[in-house]
């Protein structure tokens, strides 16, 4: 930390390993399904209170989420974050949201590629590849909604 224009500047670099999805979803006041998460953060902001803190965010993320689950959309058919054996992604940290701008959701030997927004608001804007076209996501991942 390094105080600059009387505010703390913070520089964070984060390395997760082996954390459930369980435990994990609650620190970003989600709840979320199964399997098991790493990934790291390197960010930068500055501030002292949260809002400040997340307005300022910058940085880039990656993770890799291992034999995952989140809960099926009401009305959803073949939902393919349902079940997954792997979802990695690679992006930035700016504006209030993780952009990812790499990877996607693996399950046998198929890859369908994952990219959009995930809000400091918990919101989702993204967009899944699959073979039968593009499939939107919205609402939050403990309640997502395929738009």
């Given at each position: 930390m390094?105080?600059?224009?009387?505010?703390?500047?913070?520089?964070?670099?984060?390395?997760?390993?082996?954390?459930?999805?369980?435990?994990?979803?609650?620190?970003?006041?989600?709840?979320?399904?199964?399997?098991t998460?790493?990934?790291?953060?390197?960010?930068?902001?500055?501030?002292?209170?949260?809002?400040?803190?997340?307005?300022s965010?910058?940085?880039?993320?990656?993770?890799?989420?291992?034999?995952?689950?989140?809960?099926?959309?009401?009305?959803?058919?073949?939902?393919?974050?349902?079940?997954?054996?792997?979802?990695?992604?690679?992006?930035?940290?700016?504006?209030?949201?993780?952009?990812?701008?790499?990877?996607?959701?693996?399950?046998?030997?198929?890859?369908?590629?994952?990219?959009?927004?995930?809000?400091?608001?918990?919101?989702?804007?993204?967009?899944?590849?699959?073979?039968?076209?593009?499939?939107?996501?919205?609402?939050?991942?403990?309640?997502?909604?395929?738009?």
């Amino acid at each position: 930390m390094a105080i600059q224009n009387s505010a703390p500047h913070w520089t964070l670099n984060v390395r997760v390993t082996g954390a459930t999805a369980a435990d994990l979803g609650p620190v970003f006041g989600e709840s979320w399904g199964s399997g098991t998460l790493g990934g790291e953060t390197h960010l930068t902001m500055s501030g002292y209170r949260a809002q400040d803190l997340a307005s300022s965010a910058k940085g880039d993320f990656s993770f890799t989420w291992q034999n995952g689950s989140l809960p099926a959309p009401e009305r959803a058919v073949d939902f393919p974050l349902e079940h997954f054996e792997r979802w990695t992604a690679k992006g930035t940290i700016a504006d209030g949201a993780l952009a990812l701008t790499g990877g996607g959701v693996a399950s046998g030997a198929r890859t369908n590629a994952v990219r959009g927004t995930i809000g400091f608001d918990r919101a989702l804007d993204l967009t899944l590849e699959t073979r039968r076209g593009r499939v939107k996501i919205g609402g939050t991942l403990a309640q997502p909604v395929v738009q």
